[in-house]
Structure formats: C-alpha cells, structure tokens
C-alpha cells in the first residue's frame, strides 16, 4: 500500500529564510499531490495541489515541486515569517481516487 | 458561509457508551469524510461518502457507523466506544471532482475512559 514519509522532527529556521519540507512517497506515483497547513486545534487547511505532469506550482510566498522518478515532493516558503509556523502536511490521492492518504506532517517553528 | 461545522468540540465518554458526531456543510459538496487524527500517526480516512444516502468504509471502519441521509449532513456514530477510540475526529468536504481539494470542519476530541 502507499505510504507517506514527513520529517516528524520539527524544522527550526530564522524569520526571512527559506524553509523547505519533505514528502516522499513509496509504491505508485499519485496523480496529484496536495499541501495542508494545520494549527494547533484547527483543521487543516488547502494551500496548493500539483499534478503528475507538473514539475513545479507556485503561489505567493510558496512553492511546490513534484519528482515523479525520486517519489518525492519539496514545500517552500521563501522570506518566511513566524506567522507560517503550523504543521504542514502532505496528501496523495489514493488510486487515482478522490481519497487521500495524508502524511503525519512536519511541524515548522519560524523565529523572529 | 461556514463552510464545514462539526458538533460537539469536546466529548468524554466511558468505555462502553455510545454517541454521534454531526457533521455539516453548506457548500453544497458531494463528497464528506470522516477522519481521525493521532499523534504521529497522521490523518486517516474511516468512512466517506459521495452523495446523499450513500457511505464507504475508508481505512480504519471498525468500531464505527456513518449516514449521509441529507446531502449538508454526515454523522458518524460509536456504538460502544472504546479507549482505542480517543482521538481528533474531523469531517471534511470537497465537490464532485477526484482532484479537488478538501475543506475540514474545526474538529471533535473525544476522550473515551
């Protein structure tokens, strides 16, 4: 079955850097890939989705690349700023299917 | 709009108790979810449904019912919790598309003793 690799050990950086997270995945290549942002006691919340056939997809501050050969994702948020600090969490479809499979996620603590 | 509404916030229950979750949505989604959400564990699906009067089993059902009888409304409900049942519940919507993205309601802790 698919399975979802999230860096659970927290990810430390200085206001204004670039912070970049991890997803890779095993077994088949999802069709699509999805970013979540969750806060402590919230539910998560859609930030960008990137398609097989895409290698990179951006928005505003982020940035989201998509290796179909490595089976691996990159999240980026460039200048970040401790407003951005939230778990991040990365989903596939699951085959090809309107289910997800969601990683564990990786916390982000952005110091000012 | 308030998007996807989840009842209650918090629940205690004893070993053995029943109760329902409610969720709802006013987006007119086809598509409802429900998952839970351990620590370190991730979310994972229990049952979903995708149109009114209609319920899967996701990859966790054990334990648990749903019923999607309105098309705003899908409620999950324990029959008899148990302590493996403490958890975050959360429900989440999307529309008729398979890559679509999913909105979450605010999340149930439920704390079974």
């Known amino acids: 079955s698919q399975k979802i690799e999230q860096n659970s050990e927290a990810l430390n950086i200085q206001e204004g850097k670039t912070a970049t997270l991890t997803c890779n995945y095993t077994n088949y290549s999802p069709a699509y890939l999805q970013w979540y942002r969750q806060d402590p006691g919230r539910g998560p919340v859609f930030l960008l989705l990137i398609r097989e056939n895409e290698k990179e997809k951006r928005k505003e501050r982020l940035k989201v690349t998509f290796d179909t050969t490595l089976k691996q994702s990159l999240f980026h948020i460039t200048a970040s700023q401790p407003a951005d600090s939230a778990t991040y969490l990365c989903a596939l479809d699951m085959d090809s299917s309107y289910k997800l499979i969601f990683g564990s996620g990786t916390r982000l603590l952005v110091r000012p | 709009n308030a998007g996807v509404t989840q009842t209650p916030k918090f629940r205690v229950l004893k070993t053995g108790q029943s109760m329902t979750l409610l969720c709802a949505q006013d987006?007119?989604?086809?598509?409802m979810y429900w998952y839970r959400q351990d620590p370190g564990m991730g979310l994972r699906l229990i049952h979903y449904?995708?149109?009114?009067?209609?319920?899967a089993k996701g990859e966790v059902p054990d334990g648990y019912n749903v019923s999607r009888l309105k098309k705003q409304n899908f409620l999950l409900g324990l029959e008899s919790a148990a302590p493996s049942q403490t958890s975050v519940y959360f429900c989440?919507?999307?529309?008729?598309?398979?890559?679509?993205?999913?909105?979450f309601g605010p999340g149930t802790r439920l704390t079974v003793l």
């Open positions: 987006m007119n989604h086809e598509y």
């Open positions: 449904s995708v149109g009114e009067g209609t319920t």
């Open positions: 989440a919507s999307s529309p008729d598309s398979n890559t679509d993205t999913q909105y």
